[in-house]
């Protein structure tokens, strides 16, 4: 699904100029992320739930080269369906 998937979508649903849909998409694309920022997940009834875990420094190898190398700590989103979206899928 992309950007340009969802505006289409809200422009066939809610009658509204190619512009408008754009830019609601990228309203609820920011506002989804703000969320995630701020509370750390985030909730779509009947669809899932987004959560942001830490990652912890690990060594991973160069697939290339074999060679050992070293990943920092960081956060990553999480996604877990709801059952609805699991039945329906």
Not at 42 to 57: I, Y
Not at 64 to 87: C, D, M
Request: charged residues 25%; aromatic residues 6%; contains cysteine.
């Amino acid at each position: 699904m992309s950007k340009a998937f969802l505006a289409a979508v809200l422009q066939d649903s809610l009658h509204c100029t190619g512009v408008a849909a754009v830019k609601a998409a990228d309203d609820l694309v920011t506002a989804i992320v703000a969320e995630l920022k701020t509370e750390g997940g985030f909730t779509l009834p009947s669809f899932g739930t987004f959560t942001v875990h830490k990652t912890k420094a690990r060594r991973a190898l160069n697939p290339r080269t074999g060679e050992p190398v070293k990943v920092k700590a960081g956060k990553t989103v999480r996604f877990k369906a709801s059952p609805v979206l699991k039945k329906a899928v």
